[in-house]
């Protein structure tokens, strides 16, 4: 939530727990992950400076262990986990960032990309390319898998398209 707490659901028709413990009281939750492969395991991010801003639990969220060391002091918006390669990419204040260890140590991610406000992440698996939704500098699609080229689209395509009612 934006007040810096996080419910769990079990399983569908049971109540949520409030699962928060370990993480930045007050502090806007912006994003959160759940691995495919264990719904145990998850990160969020946080919102704000002056605290840590990316987190992981493996106990679904019974406890939260900071992850943010390395990454600059600046708001955390969006984290997605690529199944296939164990890859996350977080998006950042400061552009992405991504980590090969679960969030042991992060670099700079996406030659190209700009350096700017990243507010959110959608990874489609399928075609393995990430596209970051900038403040200002529009939605960029990057390649994240070895062989996978990004194209543009034709000219005159509806990237969008509304249907009348």
Same mark, same amino acid.
């Given at each position: +939530?934006?007040?810096?707490?996080?419910?769990?659901?079990?399983?569908?028709?049971?109540?949520?727990?409030?699962?928060?413990?370990?993480?930045?009281?007050?502090?806007?939750?912006?994003? $959160?992950?759940?691995?495919?492969?264990?719904?145990?395991?998850?990160?969020?991010?946080?919102?704000?400076?002056?605290?840590?801003?990316?987190?992981? +639990?493996? &106990?679904?969220?019974?406890?939260?262990?900071?992850?943010?060391? !390395?990454?600059? &002091? =600046?708001?955390?918006?969006?984290?997605?986990?690529?199944?296939?390669?164990?890859?996350?990419?977080?998006?950042?204040?400061? !552009?992405?960032?991504?980590?090969?260890?679960?969030?042991?140590?992060?670099?700079?991610?996406?030659?190209?990309?700009?350096?700017?406000?990243?507010?959110? =992440?959608?990874?489609?698996?399928?075609?393995? $390319? =990430?596209?970051?939704?900038?403040?200002?500098?529009?939605?960029?699609?990057?390649?994240?898998?070895?062989?996978?080229?990004?194209?543009?689209?034709?000219?005159?395509?509806?990237?969008?398209?509304?249907?009348?009612?």
């Amino acid at each position: +939530t934006d007040q810096g707490t996080v419910y769990v659901r079990a399983t569908t028709g049971t109540p949520f727990t409030l699962r928060s413990a370990g993480l930045p009281a007050g502090a806007a939750i912006t994003g $959160i992950a759940v691995d495919p492969r264990d719904s145990g395991h998850a990160w969020c991010t946080v919102s704000g400076t002056g605290t840590p801003h990316v987190f992981r +639990t493996t &106990d679904a969220g019974a406890s939260w262990t900071d992850i943010s060391s !390395g990454l600059p &002091d =600046l708001p955390a918006y969006s984290i997605v986990i690529d199944d296939k390669s164990r890859m996350l990419y977080l998006a950042t204040f400061q !552009g992405v960032f991504a980590s090969t260890n679960d969030g042991a140590s992060w670099t700079r991610f996406g030659v190209g990309l700009p350096n700017v406000l990243s507010f959110d =992440l959608v990874l489609d698996e399928a075609r393995g $390319i =990430l596209a970051v939704a900038t403040y200002g500098r529009g939605v960029w699609e990057i390649a994240v898998r070895p062989g996978v080229t990004v194209t543009a689209p034709p000219p005159g395509a509806a990237l969008f398209s509304q249907s009348a009612r």
